[in-house]
T-cell receptor, first 113, second 112 residues
Framework: EAQVTQNPRYLITVTGKKLTVTCSQNMNHEYMSWYRQDPGLGLRQIYY???????DKGDVPEGYKVSRKEKRNFPLILESPSPNQTSLYFC????????????FGPGTRLTVL | GDSVTQMEGPVTLSEEAFLTINCTYT??????LFWYVQYPGEGLQLLLK?????DKGSNKGFEATYRKETTSFHLEKGSVQVSDSAVYFCALRGGSNYKLTFGKGTLLTVNP
């Protein structure tokens, strides 16, 4: 089944404790992206990757890191989480094209205390 | 930069009512337009899309037409069901990095 998977689905942590949210897709997509969803703000792009070893900042990259060492994986790293990073996070993947649909993972709900 | 404006919610309708959710956009170039739906506790699913002017996207009774002259992509359904209750997001894909730019979402509740 074609899908984007994320882990963990739920995470409660404390300020400053490094964490990684994994994202994997099995559709051989070049393009992958991370979004955060906050009430009243919709979804905003954090980082994206156009292919292996090609990543770039989105609209709200502060406090986040990413890597793309393999085509299928695109982990999101919070090196020192803060409470303002409490949010719902989505990973998405697609072909690298204006017309192609981005497919979303199920989401990771992160709470930083 | 690119932006999407969609009607504020929440929207509450009775079953079998007609639905319209307005969406307008600002973009350079020729973006593709999308409607995504998010059911409670789930991720986003593509509802429909249109990739060029005058295209009509349709799925599950929902329709939207890409109107370049009015920069709009309004979502419509002739007869909503309780199972259509969800948050609906209008989005465009374009720009130099092909990112998705989302509206803020519209919560739809359909009562029996």
């Amino acid at each position: 089944e074609a899908q984007v998977t994320q882990n963990p689905r739920y995470l409660i942590t404390v300020t400053g404790k490094k964490l990684t949210v994994t994202c994997s897709q099995n559709m051989n997509h070049e393009y992958m992206s991370w979004y955060r969803q906050d009430p009243g703000l919709g979804l905003r792009q954090i980082y994206y990757s156009m292919n292996v070893e090609a990543t770039d900042k989105g609209d709200v990259p502060e406090g986040y890191k990413v890597s793309r060492k393999e085509k299928r994986n695109f982990p999101l790293i919070l090196e020192s989480p803060s409470p303002n990073q409490t949010s719902l996070y989505f990973c998405a993947s697609s072909l690298y094209s204006r017309t192609d649909t981005q497919y979303f993972g199920p989401g990771t709900r992160l709470t930083v205390l | 930069g690119d932006s999407v404006t969609q009607m504020e919610g929440p929207v509450t309708l009775s079953e079998e009512a007609f639905l319209t959710i307005n969406c307008t956009y600002t973009a350079t170039g020729y973006p593709s337009l999308f409607w995504y739906v998010q059911y409670p506790g789930e991720g986003l699913q593509l509802l429909l899309k249109a990739t060029k002017a005058d295209d009509k996207g349709s799925n599950k009774g929902f329709e939207a037409t890409y109107r370049k002259e009015t920069t709009s992509f309004h979502l419509e359904k002739g007869s909503v069901q309780v199972s259509d209750s969800a948050v609906y997001f209008c989005a465009l894909r374009g720009g130099s990095n092909y990112k998705l730019t989302f509206g803020k979402g519209t919560l739809l509740t359909v009562n029996p």
